[in-house]
């Protein structure tokens, strides 16, 4: 009888222990997600970078738009918009229930107020995107419209979808935004607590207009160093990483099945920065050779393991629908050789190395960043790929801002430059804005502000020029496919690859990511409810691939997961030998000196 | 003796004067400059005026004599100013981390001076024996170890594989634990960066004290002691270790200055928020008026650390104040 009662109990229990997890599922009560650094105060003013800080702080504020998670914008502070045919008015009508922090409601004149703002503080992210804005009309508390003097085609984007959207009430006092630390928005999270070198703490938002946020809190724990992340990810301390994961630890986090890792497209864009502007690279024909010296792919498979997608030479990500796919990346060390030949780089002293037109020799070093061995790896690897096609170089790592200082001083393409070539890196907007191609290979600094290496070609000019005054979507998207052939041909840099962005995260803790293109998981989506579509397709079907293979391996991955403590009990064995030995000696020698 | 302080004093003043100023200079005499950690990572789509508005508003655009005078004179009133990348207070900032590194860098220097000199002497007593040569073998591969290296291990073996302690910071702060239970926290994430540290500067005190203690058991006093039927354990410690301290207070007088500096490595490994991490970040960001103030600290703290120890001297080696008095 007591028996029976027990049994029932226990099922009962066993139930109820089951709801309780069930009703979990849809609030999550406390996330932690590593960051890599201290990101300051969290408003527009204030934030440091724009990977993590830029997403920390799209937390706390909201846009007028929202980029998805393709990265189309679409409303979000906004209900409801027009714009006219030729492109110069917008009209918007806001939610109406959408909150302060504070709960004093967000109206159309903290919209106007915002806009004025940047421009009276300037914010260059932010400021320089308004500057085609003319007039700034407020009808209601809901509606106001917004007069271009220009029709811009990323309008959407930038600043609609890129503007945080600023209280009035508070920031009409502040007259030193650079030394403000409040940050108080309308978003989905509000912040609670920052210690310093130490964390962040945010709390839901019960108020927001979307809906209450899936996650009570939010704790994102500072570690700077990656090893240390990866570390306290595997052993549960945190519950996600803001960092992409190192190619040649995807698998242990794959095979680890208390982890969940999600891939895409990433948009960062590696290249060989050339400076077009120094003898022998001002020649054509030379920096042809360069591009067909260089095996990308192999590049990719080697260095990245695969985790990258192959360089498009167009400079212009193959996912984007700008991508000119009529450009294919080229590499054959036969032709980059006769190309050399032709163009009068002949080895006339012997000595293995090409000789320039003028027989003088050809030294030439490549540049790249100290602290990021990918990048060293690629480096060495293209040094070996030239020297195979006789041209002599050297790779010459150095701490970034020193690098930076040489092939980008001051950050002003107008002062010159002191390199002959670099391992660079662009970073996601350059491919979210196809535009940026004018920013890129413009040989006007005004136009051109990040051309470093000083590539000119007043073909490409003039077509550049023409994509500024063009709004026609066909048109555009012709223009720009022009624009990738000039790169293709002239090779003022060479694209390598674009590395895939690697996330994993704790699927128990809180499942919701969506993986934002070019982007990755840690986007404002994955912390909104109600905003989640499928999975990206291309994260599935990988795991699925992989499992057959992991099945016949399952015994490999167990051992890479004890690596360290193989290791230890190695240095264990080493110090035990030591000892054993010093024994035996100790036979021979008596006395021991120092 | 007061001769001596004096003139020791003025030593320690133009050490000082010379000090401070190589600290203004050294930043700026590397290459680059701290604009894109001001003016964040648009820096590209910045115009020329924007840029120099930047420069100007942080007083980057005076001329160096200028900038100069400005720093000796914050110097003086003990305005550190803001950091350039944290935009915060340096005074905050250096609250902030001053604590941890005392705590850690402090006590790391106390173990492992406390280990080294304590087998030192064993060792030096047992000069040639097993024993010796064992303690010996076993400090050497400790100290050909990197400290990341050891770090790394400690953490993979403690931490991921068997979760017994957690991996990073110095408290779980955000988790508001107080007292008894806030202390177990510190602790629990004291040890693996504390061993690590131990670990990888013991070696040097062990090295100094075998040494000297084998110097002191050579002595004609020693001899004497041992003639006299004094008791192992008396000579050992009372006449031979008292004696072979010397050299070993000077190193950690020494230490003691650059405790404040923190383990910029193993602060970094186990995401510790000292003052080694925060140096460590300013120079890569170019970060000036951080990179002073943190440097200066060490500085200083050296200086006194070496002036304190000057004076301390003649009391523990009662040769140096006959010499100098």
């Known amino acids: ?594 | 003796m007061g001769k001596f302080v004096a003139g020791k004093f003025l030593q320690y003043v133009i050490v000082i004067i010379l000090m401070v100023t190589l600290n203004f200079l050294l930043p700026r005499v590397m290459p680059g400059n701290p604009l894109v950690f001001l003016a964040g990572e648009d820096v590209g789509f910045m115009s020329s005026a924007e840029k120099e508005a930047i420069l100007e508003k942080h007083g980057l655009n005076d001329s160096i004599v200028q900038q100069y005078g400005t720093y000796l004179k914050n110097i003086f009133t003990g305005e550190f100013g803001f950091s350039y990348q944290q935009k915060r207070p340096i005074i905050e900032l250096l609250k902030e981390r001053l604590p941890w590194t005392i705590l850690l860098s402090g006590l790391g220097l106390v173990l492992s001076t406390i280990i080294g000199v304590l087998f030192g002497t064993i060792s030096a007593w047992k000069r040639g024996t097993k024993t010796d040569v064992n303690l010996l073998t076993m400090f050497m591969f400790l100290s050909a170890m990197p400290s990341f290296w050891v770090g790394m291990i400690l953490v993979s073996v403690f931490s991921v594989q068997l979760g017994w302690l957690p991996v990073f910071g110095a408290e779980s702060a955000w988790s508001n634990l107080k007292g008894m239970d806030r202390f177990i926290d510190i602790v629990k994430h004291l040890i693996l960066p504390l061993t690590t540290l131990v670990l990888i500067s013991v070696t040097s005190t062990f090295m100094i004290m075998r040494y000297s203690m084998l110097n002191v058991l050579g002595e004609d006093y020693i001899m004497i002691a041992k003639a006299k039927g004094v008791k192992e354990k008396v000579i050992r410690y009372k006449h031979a270790m008292r004696n072979a301290l010397l050299p070993v207070a000077t190193v950690f007088m020494l230490s003691l200055g650059f405790t404040l500096g923190g383990a910029t490595v193993i602060e970094t490994v186990f995401a510790y928020p000292g003052v080694g991490r925060l140096m460590f970040e300013s120079v890569l960001s170019r970060d000036y008026p951080l990179i002073q103030a943190t440097f200066l600290i060490i500085t200083f703290s050296v200086v006194i650390a070496n002036f304190l120890a000057d004076l301390i001297y003649p009391f523990l080696d009662p040769k140096v104040g006959r010499h100098n008095g």
């Open chain 1, 1 to 594: 009888m007591n028996k029976n009662l027990l049994s029932v109990l226990l099922i009962f229990t066993i139930i109820l222990s089951n709801f309780s997890t069930a009703s979990a599922e849809t609030t999550v009560a406390s996330l932690r997600v590593g960051i890599t650094k201290d990101e300051n105060g969290l408003n527009p003013y204030t934030y440091v970078t724009g990977y993590p800080g830029l997403d920390l702080m799209n937390l706390l504020y909201d846009n007028l738009f929202q980029l998805d998670v393709d990265n189309k914008p679409v409303p979000w502070l906004v209900k409801d918009y027009k714009v006219s045919d030729d492109g110069l008015t917008y009209e918007f009508t806001l939610h109406d229930e959408v909150k302060w922090h504070d709960g004093k409601p967000l109206t159309a004149e903290d919209v106007k107020f915002t806009m004025e703002y940047f421009i009276k503080y300037p914010k260059s992210r932010f400021t320089n995107p308004l500057k085609s804005i003319s007039a700034i009309n407020v009808t209601d508390e809901i509606k106001f419209s917004l007069v271009l003097s220009k029709a811009d085609p990323n309008f959407m984007i930038q600043p609609l979808a890129d503007l945080p959207i600023l209280p009035k009430h508070i920031w009409s006092t502040i007259d030193k935004p650079d030394d403000e630390m409040n940050a108080l928005g309308s978003g989905p999270y509000i912040l609670e607590e920052h210690k310093s070198g130490q964390f962040y703490k945010m709390k839901a938002n019960k108020d927001y207009f979307k809906g209450a946020p899936p996650i009570e809190e939010i704790i994102f724990p500072i570690i700077e160093d990656s090893t240390a992340m990866f570390n306290a990810l595997q052993s549960g301390e945190i519950d996600v990483i803001s960092s992409s994961i190192s190619p040649e630890l995807v698998n242990q986090f794959e095979t680890n099945p208390s982890l969940k890792v999600a891939r895409g497209p990433g948009y960062s864009t590696s290249l060989f920065q050339i400076n077009a502007e120094k003898y022998p690279m001002t020649e054509k024909a030379f920096r042809q050779a360069i591009d067909y010296a260089i095996d990308k792919e192999n590049l990719v498979k080697t260095v990245l393991l695969g985790l990258a997608e192959v360089g498009s030479p167009g400079f212009i990500h193959p996912s984007s629908p700008f991508y000119n796919n009529n450009l294919k990346p080229v590499f054959d060390q036969e032709k980059a050789k006769q190309i050399l030949e032709d163009a009068g780089f002949k080895d006339t002293d012997g000595d293995g190395f090409r000789e320039d037109q003028q027989g003088k020799k050809i030294d030439l070093t490549t540049l790249v960043y100290s602290n990021n061995p990918i990048r060293i790896r690629t480096a060495e690897l293209i040094s070996e790929a030239l020297h195979n096609v006789g041209i002599k170089n050297t790779v010459k790592a150095m701490d970034s801002t020193t690098v930076d200082s040489l092939m980008w001083p001051d950050f002003d393409v107008s002062k010159g430059r002191d390199y002959d070539l670099g391992v660079w890196s662009w970073s996601n907007t350059m491919q979210l804005f196809p535009d940026r191609l004018v920013d890129l290979f413009h040989s006007d600094p005004t136009l051109g502000s990040v051309n470093i290496g000083a590539y000119k070609n007043p073909e490409f000019d003039a077509l550049a020029e023409k994509l500024k005054n063009t709004i026609d979507e066909t048109e555009r998207t012709n223009l720009i496919k022009q624009l990738q052939a000039f790169v293709a041909e002239d090779s003022p840099i060479i694209t390598l690859y674009y590395q895939e962005i690697v996330n994993a995260y704790n699927p128990k803790v809180y499942d919701g990511f969506v993986f934002q293109v070019g982007k990755g998981i840690i986007n404002k989506l994955s912390f909104v409810l109600g905003e989640k579509p499928e999975q990206p397709a291309n994260e599935q079907p990988k795991n699925d691939e992989k499992s057959a293979e992991d099945n016949q391996t399952d015994s490999n991955e167990v051992a890479q997961n004890n690596t360290s403590v193989y290791i230890f009990i190695g240095v264990l064995l080493i110090a035990v030998l030591a000892f054993f030995l010093r024994k035996k000696k100790k036979t021979d020698k008596d006395d021991f000196d120092i």
